[in-house]
């Protein structure tokens, strides 16, 4: 009977894990690569705003920053 107990335990572990880790894995910072050569790590995903064409991030001290979309090359998640 402990058997059956610890495997329910060790499977609700893994599921609580794995729930964590997609929930992180969503919130990753990115790298922004410009045009001009620079390299901006953000925090969190950056949103682009379709109306105006300006890429909205949040920097490492959580202040928020806007880019023209012409002037970026790329976005990677870390």
Known sequence: MTF????????FALVIMASVM???ACSGNYVISTN???????????????E?????????DGNM?????????EIVQK
Not at 36 to 50: C, E, F, L, S, Y
Not at 65 to 73: A, C, E, N, P, T
């Open 4 to 11: 059956m107990n610890s495997g329910k335990k060790i499977g």
């Open 52 to 60: 105006t064409g300006m890429i909205s991030y949040k920097d490492a």
């Open 36 to 50: 001009d050569g620079h390299m901006i790590n953000t925090h969190g995903k950056p949103a682009r705003d379709k």
């Open 22 to 24: 997609s929930i992180t």
């Open 65 to 73: 920053h806007q880019l023209q979309q012409h002037d970026v090359k």
